[in-house]
């Protein structure tokens, strides 16, 4: 019950320092910015195309023509915005010698690492929830099938949950914010790409596992509507390892 009150207290006080932040709320003003532009640019496509007659026999699916824009501006976005919030993680402490005071504490690493990422990914998921209004607000003046719109906003959601362990292993691995930004990034975009080897390879296991180590492989489902276990439990045990690399990092700067 301790180490649980102790992860508490930390995740509150990052909480709050996240939602002080000028940073943040600069973020968050530029990405809704580009959301609402975004959507209302698709909503008005759509708009125009199932009023055209000359469209009378297409489909016209509004999940794929408006929500699925919308949802890959916010997994776009995303990818830069995470590295920008999880840069102060350990950086900031490092530089300004609160580690120290940290790890001299009565508190575990674990605890630490806990309290710092699951602030980090409850604002971020602030964010997410913000997105998700779009889709939910259309519901007002349109019917439409909601299974693919949960299914792809609780892929983000443990999209931005991984990104947060690799922003955070990134921050626990230098006493620089920008460079641990640029860190977070090429690691977020080395776990995108991998998904672009699938295929590549001659041997047939060598190309099962690059597509079962793939992020966009398992979020494609969600985004589909589709929600496998196999694919929540590859994103819940992608974001431990890193944690706990994030973890080991920590512990190690406890005895240098």
Same mark, same amino acid.
């Given at each position: ?31 809704? @910015? ?13 708009? =125009? ?72 990914? =409850? @604002?971020?998921?602030?964010?997410? =929830? ?16 909601? @299974? ?47 998904? @672009? ?11 099962? =596992? ?47």
């Amino acid at each position: 019950m301790k180490q649980i009150n102790v992860t508490l207290v930390i995740f509150f006080k990052e909480l709050k320092a996240y939602f002080r932040s000028p940073l943040f709320y600069s973020l968050s003003f530029f990405y809704t @910015a580009l959301l609402s532009f975004q959507f209302l640019r698709s909503l008005t496509a759509f708009a =125009l195309a199932s009023s055209n007659p000359m469209m009378a026999g297409q489909s016209k699916n509004i999940h794929q023509m408006v929500f699925m824009p919308h949802i890959n501006m916010v997994y776009l976005i995303m990818l830069f915005l995470t590295p920008l919030i999880t840069m102060r993680m350990f950086a900031e402490e490092k530089k300004e010698r609160t580690m120290d005071l940290l790890l001299t504490a009565p508190i575990s690493s674990t605890q630490i690492v806990m309290g710092k990422f699951l602030a980090a990914w =409850l @604002a971020l998921s602030f964010l997410l =929830l913000l997105a998700m209004l779009y889709p939910l607000s259309t519901g007002l003046i349109a019917e439409f099938d909601y @299974a693919p719109v949960w299914g792809s906003y609780l892929g983000m959601f443990l999209l931005i949950g991984l990104n947060c362990s690799l922003g955070m292993l990134a921050s626990s691995l230098t006493s620089s914010a920008l460079f641990a930004s640029f860190l977070g990034f090429l690691f977020m975009l080395s776990m995108l790409l991998i998904g @672009a080897l699938v295929g590549s390879f001659n041997h047939p296991f060598w190309s099962a =596992l690059a597509e079962q180590l793939a992020v966009v492989m398992h979020i494609q489902d969600f985004f589909n509507g589709t929600i496998e276990l196999t694919g929540i439990v590859f994103m819940l045990s992608s974001i431990l390892l890193f944690s706990f690399f994030a973890q080991r990092v920590v512990e190690s700067s406890r005895w240098r």
